[in-house]
């Protein structure tokens, strides 16, 4: 179902008008592109020369024409067929004001519409609750109250910041959502960048990759995992986490569904089926 939803959303906007930013990023790709490559590479000022040859006026942020295709559009047709076959395109950051354009087999990362659900108790405040909205910033805070971070990984986690933003070698500028710290048993620290994304935006395997490299960065002596979150609905949250293996691309660990309800919700049929869960996997 989540799918579903999702590649629908895509559809509706792919088919409105062509708007300025296909054009722009359609061109681009045509010009640095030769048969079977899988990476065609391009700048920032690329952008802006092939607006003036189109006649487009761009928006002040000359980013966003990038981020609209990896989070919200799918690439024109033109681009999405030059792909390798079982492939899709990504735009991967390639240093300051640099792009590159990626064939990879994990373009998207889509909630799995057939994973069951756990339910959890609501552990939002109500005030918080009430006044909350279904973009990223609702998410980290029912992440963040639910202690979601904890409960998925099984390690204890703190967050550490919002919105860390620092400049990667060969990637440039990159920026996640929210940072924990976590300790397991063991005493292995870990270090979590947490990718949430609300409403229809899209989450891209383009942000696991620029987490990793942002916690290379930042926290070299840390064990990576980054995490990605998605509202499948207003009280049903996915969570998916990513290893990243030297130059791989960074692979799916685990995925789950959470439901946060009120607690006399999670009744004692539930609690059987986990601890059956938990039984199958030992």
């Known amino acids: ?28 790709f045509i010009a640095g592109y030769t048969e079977g490559t ?33 989070y919200r559009t799918p690439l024109p047709e033109t681009v999405r067929v030059c792909a390798p076959e079982g492939e899709s395109w990504i735009i991967l950051p390639a240093g300051r004001s640099m792009y590159r354009f990626f064939a990879t087999p994990h373009a998207n990362v889509l909630p799995n519409g057939l994973l069951s659900e ?9 005030v918080i609750a009430k006044y909350a909205l279904s973009d990223e910033q609702a998410l980290l805070a029912r992440l ?20 860390l933003r620092t400049t990667v070698p060969e990637m440039g500028q990159v920026e996640t959502d929210e940072i924990y710290i976590g300790l ?25 990759v620029q ?29 998916f986490s ?19 309800v009120a607690p006399d919700q999670v009744i004692e049929d539930d609690l059987l089926a986990y601890r059956s869960r938990v039984a199958q996997v030992q």
């Open 1 to 28: 179902m989540a799918r579903a939803w999702s590649m629908t959303k895509q559809t509706e906007r792919s088919e409105r008008k062509p708007n300025r930013y296909s054009q722009i990023i359609e061109r681009i």
């Open 38 to 70: 899988r990476v065609v590479a391009f700048t920032r000022e690329q952008i802006v020369d092939v607006a003036q040859e189109l006649g487009i006026n761009l928006p002040k942020n000359l980013g966003d024409v990038v981020y609209s295709f990896r």
């Open 118 to 126: 756990t339910k959890l108790p609501e552990s939002t405040p109500g």
């Open 144 to 163: 963040r109250y639910n202690r979601l971070v904890d409960i998925f990984t099984g390690v204890t986690c703190y967050s550490l910041q919002s919105h």
């Open 184 to 208: 397991d048993e063991f005493g292995i620290h870990y270090v979590f960048p947490v990718q949430a994304k609300g409403g229809s935006d899209m989450l891209s395997i383009v942000q696991v």
């Open 211 to 239: 987490d990793v490299g942002l916690c290379q960065q930042k926290f070299p002596s840390l064990l990576c995992r980054p995490i990605a979150a998605q509202f499948m609905e207003p009280n049903l949250i996915a969570l």
């Open 242 to 260: 990513f290893e990243a293996s030297g130059s791989e691309m960074p692979r799916l660990l685990a995925e789950r569904h959470y439901r946060l």
